[in-house]
């Protein structure tokens, strides 16, 4: 015990002294205060006692273990260099303070502790971690196709569904470093891959969502589709609502504004009645006059010298089955007139509809929409037209179909991690394939004529799927290299419009 004391008195002498010739000799050194650079020692007080003091701070090289769950990083921090200093918990060797790749300072990650409902309750909060703001992106490139990135935010969410609520929300406890992690499955084994590179995050934090959307745009892509479902778009303020991480993207984060966005408006699967129609129509209202009316960072089609906000459709099929009970498309396609009306009272050409599974162009003429404003496309959220068990087979026999009217859709992957209930089965995605899928996409698209768009599923679905387009700790930022290497053209290279529709094609 006093040899433990004198230990503590000795980090506090060796702070006391540091911080004494702070002011004179610039940046504290933390290994001449006491910290130890080997990796032996647990160096977790002394380093939250000198961050704590909001002064700046300088790493020698060195391994340094920090098991806390917050550190202060208002003080300022530097690395001797940035690959020869790494803070880790006793967890794994990996670092939990991490920096980009473009050398910026992203800080202590999310949950570094990997804590669980043991630790926190059934519905306890997740506080730790502490990240620096990005910068605001500056990225400005000449691209052959639009890059338009489906964003389902599966991670993280403070909302209360139906009441309820769940603490998987905040972390996926199947990719923790133990396999036996309750809801993990006993024998799921720690997948660096599905470990974001941002911690188990806390997906309506403004400054993840800002670190997400900065990554995105230097990158090359140019807009996110939204989940938003049957979104309270008036409440959407609140914390616990489902609508909250959108209020924060529109609200809060900086680098948001960097992207295009595009909505995917309600379309249930349910019984055609008239309550239920109305439900709908007026949630597509909500979305158009709460959100796009209100915020003009939207992504557009250019068509006749007019603009055409873009929607995405989830359930096209869905749509027809609650205006028209399956029974033609008549009512379904009037709906879609009155969606164009409302963008038209606002001095739009029309609407764009992204559409899955979309009606056929026998049961809704595609030009008889386009006559009365709305632009009506064959969208995909998760295809990946290849055919075979692995990634790679799906790759080597990508095969879309071409028309002026398709947009190609490409997939970082197709491989669901247990315990998610989709069990997809298909091993083997990797950046490099993820790329030669876009560059097919993308020379499918200029041989063809096609519109110069490719969507990409996904952002960070990180449970069904697969890692996306966030970087995490096996592949760091290959699946965004693989975007950029695709779409991005040299520089010089004349800008180009990619957004323009030809009306009567």
């Known amino acids: ?78 690395f001797e260099s940035r690959d020869g200093v790494v803070i880790r918990n006793d967890l794994s060797p990996q670092p939990v303070v991490v920096s980009d790749d473009q050398g910026h300072l992203i800080g202590l990650q999310q949950n570094p ?21 990005p910068p605001l992106s500056e990225a400005s490139y000449p691209v052959a196709v639009d890059l338009i990135a489906h964003w389902y935010n599966d991670g993280g969410l403070e909302c209360r569904r139906n009441g309820g609520g ?30 974001p590179l941002l911690g188990f995050y806390r997906g309506d934090d403004p400054v993840v969502l800002d ?14 589709t939204l989940c938003c479902g049957a979104a309270d778009f008036d409440g959407w303020q609140r914390p616990d609502a489902e609508a909250h991480w959108l209020y924060q993207l529109f609200h809060r ?43 003009g960072n939207f992504y557009a089609l250019e068509a006749g010298g007019e603009k055409y906000p873009v929607l995405f459709v989830y359930e096209g099929e869905a749509l027809r089955g609650v205006f028209d009970n399956y029974r033609g498309a008549e009512q379904t396609a009037a709906f879609c007139r009155r969606v164009a009306a409302r963008f038209q009272a606002a001095g739009y050409g029309g609407v764009a509809l992204f559409v899955r599974h979309a009606t056929s162009d026998q049961l809704m003429s595609r030009a008889a929409l386009e006559r009365q404003g709305v632009l009506y496309f064959s ?31 490409t997939c970082t992957a197709r491989h669901s991690q247990a315990p998610h209930p989709s069990r997809w089965v298909c091993p083997g995605h990797t950046p490099a394939l993820f790329g030669e899928q876009v560059r097919k996409a993308v020379a499918q698209v200029q041989t063809n004529g096609m519109l110069r768009i490719v969507t990409c599923y996904n952002v960070a679905e990180w449970a069904e799927g697969g890692p996306g387009l966030q970087p995490n700790r096996q592949d760091r930022f290959g699946y ?15 800008v180009r419009t990619n957004c323009v529709f030809e009306l009567g094609r």
């Open 1 to 78: 015990m006093t040899r433990f004391l004198l230990y503590l008195l000795g980090i506090g002498l060796s702070a006391s002294v540091c911080l004494a010739a702070a002011a004179a000799d610039g940046p504290l050194n933390v290994v001449a205060c006491g910290a130890d650079p080997t990796g032996r020692a647990d160096c977790t007080r002394l380093l939250q006692e000198l961050h704590g003091r909001r002064v700046p701070l300088f790493y020698p090289n060195g391994t340094y273990r920090f098991n806390g769950e917050t550190l202060d990083f208002t003080g300022g921090v530097a």
């Open 113 to 133: 502790l990997e804590l669980d409902e043991r630790a926190l309750g059934p519905r306890g909060p997740m506080r730790s971690g502490r990240l620096v703001p």
């Open 166 to 195: 769940w603490i998987g929300w905040y972390y996926w406890s199947w990719a923790f470093h133990a396999p036996s992690t309750p809801g993990g499955g006993a024998g799921d084994p720690y997948d660096p891959a599905r470990h």
């Open 211 to 224: 670190w997400q959307c900065y990554w995105l745009a230097e990158y090359g892509v140019k807009a996110v």
């Open 253 to 295: 984060v900086p680098n948001f504004q960097r992207l295009k966005y595009v909505l995917w408006p309600p379309t249930p699967w349910v019984k055609a009645t008239p309550e239920n129609r109305r439900k709908v129509e007026e949630g597509w209202e909500r979305v158009i006059d709460r959100v796009y009316l209100r915020h």
């Open 379 to 409: 969208a995909s959220y998760s295809e990946d037209s290849g055919k075979g068990r692995t990634y790679a087979e799906r790759v080597a026999s990508f095969a879309p179909a071409g028309g002026p009217r398709t947009i190609l859709n």
């Open 480 to 494: 965004l290299e693989a975007v950029r290497d695709a779409v991005v053209l040299p520089s010089g290279s004349a």
